[in-house]
């Protein structure tokens, strides 16, 4: 290990050492309060452009292994941990934490103070940063975090979308006991890939569907001709906003009155296809314990969450039905369209 650094937008410089890959990195600087997980957070596409600061001192301590990947080739850019990662213990691990970081280029920190950085995300908000891994390289890392634009008007489903459409037949691993659908006839589905994670196909092929991947900006008449019985929407990194395309396929798309389904950012692109704005939060959710309420039933779920852009209640029309709210801070976490099969 050897000295370096956390540089912040405002100036402030933050001492550590550096255990990952070899380069300065600039991104917007965000923290994740789950307690497990740590390798699925980092292979997730949604944090794209991002570095992430893990409220978990323990980190690295279970290994990597190949089944947990959410993305092969996307995920974030850096990640900020408390304690130098320990030998790595369990039956699942097949590769070394250090090694992946290095083989994954993700820059990396320990022996930070993450308590007191988050509390200083949650009083400024998330906040453009840069992890120096050489000190001496400060002035270098002045440069390049100034001319990072952030995530507000940023389009980066481009970035981190498939190049060309396939067919997902994997389902859940073995070691997790799920029943699959019985359905008799398999439903097609297609899936727009705005930076989707493996486990929601894994899931939709539990559930029954036959899924076919199409990367992000396939035309809507492509998608209609292989007539699906409905359409996914994923999650992704960046400005919804942004994803003009996208939000004219969508609004295409629920003209034709076609079952469609969007979680994370496809949630966001459907509010936006549909009449509603969106805005930046000011540190987002980004975490495996955030509470939602379903405004029907009053029941609550404990959702995994990790968008940082979120629909403005105040933009909804009259065809927005609200269905899920965050208990943390009431901001929309699920509508549907009362005059189509949209959700």
Known sequence: MKPSAILLADGTVIPAESIGYDSITPGEIVFNTSMTGYQEIMTDPSYNKQIVTFTNPHIGNTGIN????????????????RNYPTKESSWR???????FLKDKSISAVCS???????????????????????IKKLDRAKDLLSEFPGLNGLDLAKNVTVKEQYIWNE????????????????????????????NILRILTDLGCNVTVVPAETSYNEVLRNQPDGVFLSNGPGDPAACGYAINNIRNLLSKKIPIFGICLGFQLMCLASGAKTYKMKFGHHGANHPVIDVDTNRVYIT??????????????STHKVTHKSLFDESLQGIELTDTPAY
Do not use: M, W
């Open 66 to 81: 190949v089944d947990d990947y959410e993305s092969s080739h996307n995920g974030c850019s850096g990640i900020i941990i």
């Open 171 to 198: 389902r859940t691993h073995d070691l997790v006991n799920v029943e699959c659908s019985k359905n008799q006839k398999e439903l097609k589905v297609f899936a727009y890939d705005y930076g989707i994670k493996k």
């Open 93 to 99: 691990s097949d590769n070394n934490f250090l090694e």
């Open 112 to 134: 930070v103070d993450t308590r007191y950085l988050t509390s200083l995300l949650r009083d400024k908000g998330s906040i453009n940063g840069c992890i120096v891994p050489d």
């Open 304 to 317: 995994s969450q990790n968008h940082g852009f979120a629909v403005n209640k105040d933009t909804l029309k």
